[in-house]
């Protein structure tokens, strides 16, 4: 062991040796995919703007979209699930199909009028064409977990302008508690290439940081950053749960998948008409902007919420990622109304913390309201992202996310198993036997 230990520094040449290249390639191949994601999302966002009308078409888009998928996509509709379910328990490479299905399902759920994000459409696309380098290089195991995950970063980092964020989600989503580190040199190059890559294009992220000081942290800045990360982790609780439950309802009633989203577009469509406005469908990025200067309504967040919630419970495709950004940014904007915090503060905490709650990703969130909003605000922001990620309990967006360790010393879990089948533990406050067998496990 004493002899290992001196000729460490050489295992770990070849491993950057052999890694630096591949996920060179994988940065290359997710910022490209997210860069046309980007224009077209732009473009049909833009042309949706322009003729409104279309959004009466919008159960058609989803029948096609459910249509698309059920000829020639069956083997990938699981999407993020599926990327999750193949590191932990791989069985067969991804098929490349993925990336050209669930962009031309991301864009017609936006070009109709679906409420939706865009980064499970990144990460799959991402991730989907890093594996094809498998059939290449013929990875198992742990080659093709890091494979995967850099992918999966270069995908997040790019779509987003945020690689160091994307670094960390990529380790972190995968299993609440657990973070495997050799994935970490590959994750890094993937996320910073990927973000370079799309910048190349000509495409330039949303700028979304605000001019207001950041208050010194008093006692009462603390409680009230407090009160509320437990208010985001309790949202973005409640966002998992609802949209999971609108999705076992449509399978449930529902046995021919393209009805599904062809149902859900008439009563999304039905309520946009009736609402009169287009402020809660598609990314909703001008009013996420707006959460930083202006004083918004407080039912905004409850409204992209449900939105959200039934367009992905009924089949669309797209992310959950940004409409979590605009629930959390205009609900941080209503809790200034109460708490004793700055509007565009809270709204960044909100931004970052009810996705760090949905996603299981505290330090993820946490390096991404730093790269957004600045260094300053990094002590609000993380305090916020930590708070929600606790309240949102053993829940969330993904539900093959496994749980490695449970959040609270007080609940024991089993490991590995998944979000899916994770059912209400058993609550004891260990004794010193049982803290002892906890330390030396660890």
Request: hydrophobic share 50%; net charge positive.
């Amino acid at each position: 062991m004493k002899h290992l230990r001196q000729f460490e520094p050489f295992i770990a040449l070849p491993h950057l040796i052999k890694w630096l290249p591949i996920s060179f390639v994988v940065g290359i191949f997710a910022g490209t995919a997210s860069a046309i994601l980007l224009a077209s999302l732009e473009w049909a966002t833009d042309w949706r703007e322009s003729h409104r009308w279309i959004i009466a078409l919008l159960p058609l888009g989803g029948f096609l979209s459910g249509l698309i998928y059920h000829q020639f996509g069956r083997t990938v509709e699981a999407g993020n699930n599926l990327l999750l379910e193949e590191i932990h328990n791989p069985k067969q490479i991804i098929p490349g199909r993925m990336a050209p299905l669930v962009l031309l399902g991301t864009d017609l759920t936006h070009f109709f009028g679906g409420s939706a994000g865009r980064e499970g459409t990144a990460l799959q696309m991402g991730a989907s064409l890093a594996d094809q380098l498998t059939k290449i290089f013929h990875f198992k195991g742990a080659n093709r977990r890091i494979l995967l995950t850099a992918g999966i970063s270069g995908g997040f980092a790019s779509v987003f302008g945020t690689p160091l964020a994307g670094t960390v989600f990529g380790l972190e989503v995968l299993a609440i508690g657990k973070i495997h580190y050799d994935a970490l040199f590959a994750s890094l190059i993937a996320a910073i290439v990927g973000n370079q890559v799309t910048l190349l294009f000509g495409l330039h992220h949303t700028a979304y940081r605000h001019a207001a000081s950041i208050p010194k942290l008093t006692i009462w800045g603390l409680i009230s950053a407090i009160i509320a990360g437990v208010i985001f982790g309790i949202v973005a609780r409640f966002f998992a749960q609802v949209t999971h439950k609108i999705s076992h309802f449509f399978k449930a009633k529902i046995s021919y998948p393209p009805i599904r989203p062809l149902i859900g577009g008439a009563l999304i469509a039905i309520i946009v008409g009736l609402s009169g406005t287009t402020k809660y469908i598609g990314l909703g990025i001008p009013t996420i902007v707006d959460a930083f200067y202006n004083q918004l309504p407080p039912w905004d967040f409850a409204a992209k919420l449900g939105l959200t919630a039934l367009t992905l419970g009924a089949g669309f495709k797209g992310g959950e990622v940004t409409p979590l950004f605009f629930i959390g940014a205009t609900l941080g904007n209503a809790l200034s109304l109460i708490l004793g915090l700055p509007a565009p503060l809270l709204a960044g905490m909100g931004f970052v913390g009810v996705f760090a709650g949905a996603a299981n990703t505290p330090l993820a969130s946490t390096l991404m309201g730093i790269e957004l909003f600045g260094l300053e605000s990094g002590v609000f922001i993380a305090i916020g992202c930590v708070v929600s990620y606790l309240f949102s309990g053993h829940s969330g967006i993904y539900s093959a996310q496994r749980i490695g360790l449970s959040k609270y010393s007080a609940v024991y879990l089993e490991e590995g198993m998944t979000l899916a089948n994770y059912r209400q533990p058993k609550i004891d406050l260990p004794d010193d036997s049982k803290q002892r067998e906890s330390n030396s496990q660890e």
